[in-house]
């Protein structure tokens, strides 16, 4: 169940004075390993481009448009991927809150109604109802 907007503050809040008393501690305890994660996939990523570029290579030696067409699709989307990826490394020492590292929510996370009930609670609670 995902954190209402006052619990994300609050955790957001208690980072901040966790990171302002031991700034050591806290990037040990968040970052390197995230930071770490995204950087293989970026590389992983670079790899895949440059795979792509031996194949378009390959296809134009060999006279294969399809070759060609293929390694063009896989330069394209890991670009994109390395680009998604490297946009979310965060920076030495910037504090990455929990509930932000976790995945998006999957088909599983309830129905249509069920979410719309939800936003409706919250929506209560804010405003005090």
């Keep these: 169940m995902p954190l209402s907007e006052h619990e994300q503050r609050l955790l ?3 980072e901040r ?3 302002a008393e031991d ?3 806290a ?3 968040q970052g390197d390993k995230l930071r770490r994660r995204l950087r293989r996939r970026v590389a992983l990523s670079v790899i895949g481009v440059l795979a792509g570029g031996a194949m378009i290579g390959y296809g134009i030696v060999a ?3 399809a070759l060609d067409a293929a390694g063009g699709a896989v330069v ?3 670009a994109w991927l390395a680009w998604i990826v490297w946009r979310r490394v965060p920076a030495p020492g910037q504090i990455v809150p929990a509930f932000k590292l976790r995945p998006r929510r999957s088909a599983r996370a309830g129905s249509f109604g069920q ?3 939800l936003r409706w609670q ?3 609670e804010r405003d005090g109802f």
Excluded: G, I
């Design 122 to 124: 919250r929506r209560r």
């Design 23 to 25: 700034p050591k501690f």
């Design 76 to 78: 394209v989307a890991c």
């Design 27 to 29: 990037s040990a305890l």
């Design 17 to 19: 004075a966790l990171h």
């Design 12 to 14: 957001e809040q208690m």
């Design 63 to 65: 006279r294969r448009v």
């Design 115 to 117: 979410r719309m009930e």
